[in-house]
């Protein structure tokens, strides 16, 4: 079935650690994003591609990294720059010219 | 990217239709309005979009006023399983897909 995977989805770092969140999907969809969600607080963006081989900032970008080298694949490192990392982390996908984004169902980082 | 308003938390009994409302004063001609809702520690699920005519599917019914600055979704016979938190969104879609950028979002409770 065509979707899109998050993994683990449970994860746990100790701090001042770096850690690789895994976004892969076979939609063959062009743009991925990359979202932050805290308790009780809407999705913010952090990076977004919207091509192999290039991404964008989001509104929270700083602490964080990605890479494009593959259009299935869209990594996030939460990097021990990121002050308050512990936090749900969402991957989403969208084709050109499509208006319709489908979810992971989300990585929970805790950072001990 | 054009803002949204909705109210945090709303209320329906079951088997009623659930009303959401939001607020996009500011939206632009080439944004569309989109729904999504998301259930505890799940990714966001696609509800419905529009742009300018009312939209009907599945799920739920899209409402947007003539000047464009509201809308409403509404869900005609809400069930125990549409309690969740509901996402109003506007989005440019470009060829690339375009952002999505979340505001708070209504929580909705459906009771028995």
């Known amino acids: 079935d065509g979707g899109i995977t998050q993994s683990p989805k449970y994860l746990f770092r100790k701090e001042g650690q770096n850690v690789t969140l895994s976004c892969e999907q076979n939609l063959n969809h062009d743009a991925m994003y990359w979202y932050r969600q805290d308790p009780g607080q809407g999705l913010r963006l952090i990076y977004y591609s919207q091509i192999v081989n290039d991404f964008q900032k989001g509104d929270i970008a700083e602490g964080y990294s990605v890479s494009r080298e593959k259009k299935e694949s869209f990594p996030l490192t939460v990097t021990s720059a990121q002050k308050n990392p512990t936090a749900f982390y969402l991957c989403?996908?969208?084709?050109?010219?499509?208006?319709?984004?489908?979810f992971g169902q989300g990585t929970r980082l805790t950072v001990v | 990217d054009a803002k949204t308003t909705q109210p945090p938390s709303m209320d329906c009994a079951e088997g009623r239709a659930a009303n959401l409302p939001c607020n996009h004063s500011t939206i632009s001609g080439n944004e569309y309005v989109y729904w999504y809702r998301q259930i505890h520690s799940q990714g966001p699920q696609y509800i419905i979009h529009?742009?300018?005519n009312n939209e009907t599917n599945e799920m739920a019914s899209l409402i947007i006023t003539e000047d464009r600055k509201s809308s409403t979704l509404i869900l005609p016979h809400a069930t125990l399983r549409d309690t969740a938190v509901y996402y109003c969104i506007v989005r440019v879609v470009n060829n690339q897909g375009g952002k999505l950028i979340f505001g708070q979002g209504t929580e909705l409770s459906v009771k028995p």
């Open positions: 529009g742009l300018k």
């Open positions: 989403a996908s969208s084709i050109e010219r499509d208006t319709e984004a489908f």
